[in-house]
């Protein structure tokens, strides 16, 4: 049972516009949430975290925000760039157990 | 991370047959794990290590087995693979802050 779930497999933006992922949990208990950037042939790399007692954290153009109440995380990317373009998954932990989505794939359009 | 390298990093085998990924790290992170890609999953925990000689299961930890005899060093290892164990293998290490990860290159793994 996926306990975090990126519902769409991918999107496509703008260079220049706003980039929107979004995910949803289902357990309330997450200590953290995090965001993860692929590119193809390589491991991930960390790119945001939120602890469960914010609501929001930013980092230059990266900013994640936390709605506790409907178990729903985002990042947004402000401007987004062709470098930009892989696949991002959403993953939350508890203790020493992580869950990760499937991945939204991104395409940033020069 | 260029910390984190994992060992082959392709590999085809048969079914029935043992097979043994290592993953070797220069950071002296305390916390390693193993993940496994899949289409339509994402990455699962398999296991996970939180010091020399202590680890504990994740999520998909059947058929799997690790070691870890010292701290740069983390083993899984599939006893009797079959054909379910095929996929892209991570391992992942981190320190104080052990929600944020590195993760290796990966591991292909074909299991025939």
């Known amino acids: 049972d996926q306990q975090v779930k990126q519902n769409s497999p991918s999107l496509s933006v703008q260079e220049g516009r706003i980039s929107i992922l979004n995910c949803d949990y289902t357990?309330?208990?997450?200590?953290?949430f995090l965001w993860y950037k692929k590119y193809p042939a390589e491991g991930p790399t960390f790119l945001i975290s939120?602890?469960?007692?914010?609501d929001k954290n930013e980092d230059g153009r990266f900013t994640v925000f936390l709605n506790k109440s409907a178990k729903h995380l985002s990042l947004h990317i402000v401007p987004s760039q062709p470098g930009d373009s892989a696949v991002y998954f959403c993953?939350?932990?508890?203790?020493?157990?992580?869950?990760f989505g499937t991945g939204t794939s991104l395409t940033v359009i020069p | 991370d260029a910390g984190i390298t994992q060992s082959p990093r392709h590999k085809v085998t048969e079914t029935g047959t043992p097979v043994t990924l290592r993953c070797h790290q220069t950071e002296n992170h305390r916390y390693m794990y193993w993940y496994r890609q899949d289409p339509g999953h994402g990455l699962r925990l398999i296991h996970y290590s939180y010091g020399v000689k202590d680890t504990d299961k994740g999520e998909v930890s059947d058929g799997y087995s690790v070691s870890r005899s010292k701290t740069e060093d983390f083993l899984l290892t599939l006893e009797s693979a079959t054909s379910s164990q095929t996929s892209v293998y991570f391992c992942a290490g981190s320190g104080s802050q052990k929600e944020t990860q590195y993760f290796g290159p990966g591991t292909r793994l074909l299991v025939l």
């Open positions: 939120i602890s469960s007692i914010k």
């Open positions: 993953a939350a932990t508890r203790g020493n157990q992580f869950y």
């Open positions: 357990n309330s208990m997450f200590d953290y």
